[in-house]
């Protein structure tokens, strides 16, 4: 009797074992996702807190919008090459000022590297497309390929009139995720349309002063 008691009871801590062995590992994945889960809603709600702009969620997913301001605003720095200047006056963080992003001109583009100029990438003629009208399918070739779709093969192949983009670090945003791309695709369908800050090269002598004084300022020379 007391043989078959023992025997019953090492069956039952070994088909116990074994069901722990089995549970630990998705018990441990399920417990992974989680994490990975809060992880992105804290981007999510940061890239909201961080837009420097009013967004349009008109037919777009709010959890792709705030995760796309979050990587645009807080990982990729795109406001530093795309917005000529990135701060509004006595909003320079790197100067040790409140930081103020240029709001009135964001992502606008015109900032100059040398024969480069950076684009615009708001919407412009249709109101939810990023960079003037751009399908989700030529900013993902944009990005993983460095495609310069204003490259024109009838001219001169000098800058900057190259096939691939110079400037733009598009070598390392290649390596991004298809789903933090089109979270950065939904946030600049989602921000409002601007126009480049006047630079000081298109302000001629005794002409009047552009509309926003501070642009001639701060724009680069040539």
């Known amino acids: 009797?007391?043989?078959?008691?023992?025997?019953?009871?090492?069956?039952?801590?070994?088909?116990?074992?074994?069901?722990?062995?089995?549970?630990?590992?998705?018990?441990?994945?399920?417990?992974?996702k989680h994490d990975l889960s809060v992880t992105e809603q804290a981007r999510i709600e940061q890239g909201f807190a961080i837009a420097p702009v009013r967004l349009n969620f008109n037919k777009k997913d709010r959890a792709l919008?705030?995760?796309?301001?979050?990587?645009?605003?807080?990982?990729?720095?795109?406001?530093?090459?795309?917005?000529?200047?990135?701060?509004?006056?006595?909003?320079?963080?790197?100067?040790?000022?409140?930081?103020?992003?240029?709001?009135?001109?964001?992502?606008?583009?015109?900032?100059?590297f040398g024969p480069f100029v950076s684009r615009n990438l708001t919407p412009g003629g249709h109101p939810s497309l990023p960079e003037d009208g751009h399908t989700f399918a030529q900013f993902l070739d944009i990005i993983r390929h460095g495609t310069n779709d204003d490259f024109d093969p009838t001219k001169p192949v000098i800058p900057p009139n190259l096939p691939l983009l110079q400037v733009m670090p598009w070598p390392v945003y290649q390596s991004m995720t298809n789903h933090d791309l089109e979270a950065i695709y939904a946030f600049l369908g989602a921000i409002p349309h601007a126009e480049p800050c006047a630079s000081v090269q298109e302000v001629k002598p005794m002409s009047p002063p552009p509309v926003d004084p501070f642009c001639a300022v701060f724009s680069p020379g040539p």
């Open 65 to 112: 919008v705030g995760l796309g301001s979050y990587l645009v605003n807080a990982v990729g720095g795109c406001n530093d090459c795309h917005t000529n200047p990135p701060y509004k006056f006595g909003g320079d963080p790197s100067l040790g000022q409140p930081k103020q992003v240029n709001n009135e001109h964001y992502l606008a583009g015109g900032t100059a």
């Open 1 to 32: 009797m007391k043989a078959r008691l023992l025997v019953c009871a090492s069956v039952a801590l070994w088909v116990m074992a074994l069901g722990w062995m089995s549970a630990a590992p998705g018990d441990s994945d399920k417990g992974d």
